[in-house]
């Protein structure tokens, strides 16, 4: 516990903020009619995109309604995969743990997930880490708690260190709480219980996948509940409800993962480059502008409607405020920090996947012995990143 904690207070001391891209909403927010692979002054990002000798496939595995998810739609939307001579993929899951649980079945080569997907793909020894994705801002991850509920009639103002979260201790004792356990938002809910001094054995928590929580609230049927992007920008849905815990009110980060299989990595490491090559361009061209981020939000509705999911520009607009996704000079940086955990040297980017692990040990999903697996179990490529990032900067 004491080693969980004193992590947390590392990431907080060397974790830099970066401000997520400002957008009015005035502007449409519609695909741009500009063709694809046309040097313009709005994709100059992208005019010195050299193409591969030959056609590679890339299997992406995304989650569906994830803005994280939604970068490399837009770059084969914007024409760029084409560009790069990438045969590119994409297949839909719900959520990161079955992406990584499917690892092994060469079902796909690049993807994402976060803390669930991280420690599955540690212990089942498969893949690799390249890079720190993105991290939470404001209520994309939140533990929503009903408005007549004794938590809020206790109010605010408990904690120095978190003034405004609602941290009566004995309000919180022996509630029943809803969230998907092993998850981002359970991380999330273990650190406020903790700084309340209490821990998880003093309320009844119940393993629950957010789509039923998310039903549930909207019945008003359960107290307390952990809702993350998109569920939790539906403001209206949950008129009767109030963020109470999110990564901002802690001060802490949870960072999310670009990672690829170890097939992938093997067999063709010059298109696994040159894709996120392609992505950390994309990256850059949708925090460039207002406008961009606009038309961003356009191929991502477009992506979500393709697959089933209803939804308009604005709401995937707001969704993509919610997450800081991390450029290359991010990356960089935080590969080649350095920081000291538990008398271990290791980047900061390493550091953060490390607390998120002891965490699941801790929660008893993995064994004490699992802790060893980190290290032992090299996952962490770093020279994805150098490349990219010195041919964005040449």
């Given at each position: 516990?004491?080693?969980?904690?004193?992590?947390?207070?590392?990431?907080?001391?060397?974790?830099?903020?970066?401000?997520?891209?400002?957008?009015?909403?005035?502007?449409?927010?519609?695909?741009?009619?500009?063709?694809?692979?046309?040097?313009?002054?709005?994709?100059?990002?992208?005019?010195?995109?050299?193409?591969?000798?030959?056609?590679?496939?890339?299997?992406?595995?995304?989650?569906?309604?994830?803005?994280?998810?939604?970068?490399?739609?837009?770059?084969?939307?914007?024409?760029?995969?084409?560009?790069?001579?990438?045969?590119?993929?994409?297949?839909?899951?719900?959520?990161?743990?079955?992406?990584?649980?499917?690892?092994?079945?060469?079902?796909?080569?690049?993807?994402?997930?976060?803390?669930?997907?991280?420690?599955?793909?540690?212990?089942?020894?498969?893949?690799?880490?390249?890079?720190?994705?993105?991290?939470?801002?404001?209520?994309?991850?939140?533990?929503?708690?009903?408005?007549?509920?004794?938590?809020?009639?206790?109010?605010?103002?408990?904690?120095?260190?978190?003034?405004?979260?609602?941290?009566?201790?004995?309000?919180?004792?022996?509630?029943?709480?809803?969230?998907?356990?092993?998850?981002?938002?359970?991380?999330?809910?273990?650190?406020?219980?903790?700084?309340?001094?209490?821990?998880?054995?003093?309320?009844?928590?119940?393993?629950?996948?957010?789509?039923?929580?998310?039903?549930?609230?909207?019945?008003?049927?359960?107290?307390?509940?952990?809702?993350?992007?998109?569920?939790?920008?539906?403001?209206?849905?949950?008129?009767?409800?109030?963020?109470?815990?999110?990564?901002?009110?802690?001060?802490?980060?949870?960072?999310?993962?670009?990672?690829?299989?170890?097939?992938?990595?093997?067999?063709?490491?010059?298109?696994?480059?040159?894709?996120?090559?392609?992505?950390?361009?994309?990256?850059?061209?949708?925090?460039?502008?207002?406008?961009?981020?606009?038309?961003?939000?356009?191929?991502?509705?477009?992506?979500?409607?393709?697959?089933?999911?209803?939804?308009?520009?604005?709401?995937c607009l707001s969704n993509l405020k919610t997450v800081h996704i991390y450029n290359a000079a991010e990356w960089y940086s935080k590969i080649t920090t350095q920081i000291s955990v538990n008398n271990r040297n290791m980047s900061e980017y390493k550091a953060s996947q490390y607390s998120q692990f002891l965490f699941l040990i801790d929660c008893g999903k993995y064994s004490e012995e699992s802790e060893q697996n980190f290290f032992n179990r090299e996952k962490f490529i770093d020279n994805v990143i150098k490349d990219v990032y010195s041919k964005l900067n040449k």
């Amino acid at each position: 516990m004491k080693r969980i904690l004193s992590l947390l207070i590392a990431g907080c001391m060397t974790f830099a903020l970066f401000a997520s891209c400002s957008n009015s909403n005035d502007k449409e927010l519609t695909p741009s009619s500009t063709p694809s692979g046309e040097t313009t002054e709005q994709n100059d990002y992208f005019y010195d995109i050299q193409p591969l000798s030959e056609s590679v496939t890339i299997r992406y595995a995304a989650i569906l309604g994830s803005p994280e998810s939604s970068i490399p739609i837009m770059a084969e939307k914007l024409g760029l995969f084409e560009k790069a001579n990438i045969d590119f993929e994409c297949i839909v899951y719900a959520n990161g743990i079955e992406i990584a649980d499917d690892i092994d079945n060469d079902a796909w080569d690049v993807s994402q997930y976060g803390m669930g997907g991280m420690g599955e793909q540690i212990v089942l020894n498969s893949g690799y880490f390249v890079a720190p994705l993105s991290r939470s801002v404001g209520t994309s991850n939140a533990i929503f708690v009903k408005n007549d509920s004794s938590i809020i009639t206790a109010g605010t103002g408990q904690l120095t260190d978190n003034p405004d979260m609602y941290a009566d201790a004995e309000s919180w004792r022996g509630k029943t709480i809803y969230l998907p356990t092993g998850s981002t938002l359970h991380y999330l809910l273990y650190t406020a219980l903790n700084k309340m001094g209490l821990s998880q054995e003093d309320v009844d928590l119940v393993n629950k996948d957010v789509d039923s929580i998310n039903t549930d609230m909207k019945e008003g049927s359960i107290e307390i509940g952990g809702l993350w992007t998109p569920y939790s920008q539906d403001t209206e849905s949950y008129e009767n409800y109030k963020a109470v815990i999110d990564m901002d009110s802690l001060n802490i980060s949870a960072d999310t993962n670009h990672v690829v299989t170890k097939d992938a990595w093997d067999t063709k490491q010059t298109a696994v480059l040159k894709y996120y090559e392609v992505i950390a361009r994309v990256i850059d061209w949708l925090y460039s502008s207002d406008e961009n981020m606009n038309e961003g939000a356009g191929y991502y509705k477009e992506w979500s409607e393709e697959n089933g999911n209803m939804t308009s520009a604005e709401e995937c607009l707001s969704n993509l405020k919610t997450v800081h996704i991390y450029n290359a000079a991010e990356w960089y940086s935080k590969i080649t920090t350095q920081i000291s955990v538990n008398n271990r040297n290791m980047s900061e980017y390493k550091a953060s996947q490390y607390s998120q692990f002891l965490f699941l040990i801790d929660c008893g999903k993995y064994s004490e012995e699992s802790e060893q697996n980190f290290f032992n179990r090299e996952k962490f490529i770093d020279n994805v990143i150098k490349d990219v990032y010195s041919k964005l900067n040449k």
